[in-house]
């Protein structure tokens, strides 16, 4: 295990790690820009994959059954370099969380082990890494701001955000990140 998925193993909920890996995909999807349906696809996973971490009720295999295939063929008709690589990213997270949902669903008897695809098999911990590998080339990756990857930073790390490294809000003044649940183990 490398050293981002260790250290987040040892010391953050799984739900919080889903969250890591989510934030940093949606940072790369402007790498899909030209690519509308990859860009749709990665898009609708993602925000599936948000809605399953902030603890919306949805069964892991709904989930994988509605956007691996158009994962798959999206990813599999891209030929650019950074392209690529945002797509491995978002379908990397994609895995990550429903890897995560398909235990928990196991674990609530909502599932069957013999009930899980066989592609979840290659899923672990060191997903986070590749994550982090795929995207640390793409510009887009350490561009601008966003809000849900400061929140997710601040929830993991557990460290306050200075008000100026996000954009303004309009209408609204950020004095407070909204913390979904614990996430220290």
């Known amino acids: ?38 860009f749709r696809a990665a898009q609708e996973a993602l925000g599936d994959g948000w809605r ?28 650019d370099k950074e392209a690529s690589a945002a797509m491995s990213t978002a379908t990397s997270a994609f895995f990550y969380m429903v890897w995560h949902a398909f235990a928990q669903d196991i674990a609530s008897g909502l599932v069957r082990e013999g009930d899980v695809p066989n592609d979840m098999a290659d899923v ?25 990857w400061l929140n997710v930073c601040q929830r993991i ?10 954009p303004p809000v309009p209408g609204n003044t950020l004095t407070r990140v909204r913390v979904p649940h614990a996430i220290i183990q």
């Open 157 to 166: 790390f557990l460290v306050p955000i200075p008000l100026n490294w996000a």
């Open 124 to 148: 672990t911990e060191e997903v986070i890494d590749e994550v982090c590998d795929y995207a640390a080339g793409l510009p887009c990756a350490i561009d601008g701001g966003s809000l849900r």
């Open 52 to 79: 399953w971490e902030e603890g919306e009720s949805q069964r892991a295999l709904e989930l994988y059954d509605r956007h691996v295939e158009a994962l798959a063929v999206q990813g599999s008709m891209i030929k």
């Open 1 to 38: 295990m490398n050293a981002i998925s260790s250290q987040l193993c040892q010391h953050v909920s799984a739900r919080s790690r889903v969250g890591f890996v989510l934030a940093i995909a949606e940072r790369v999807l402007p790498a899909l820009a030209k690519n509308a349906n990859a």
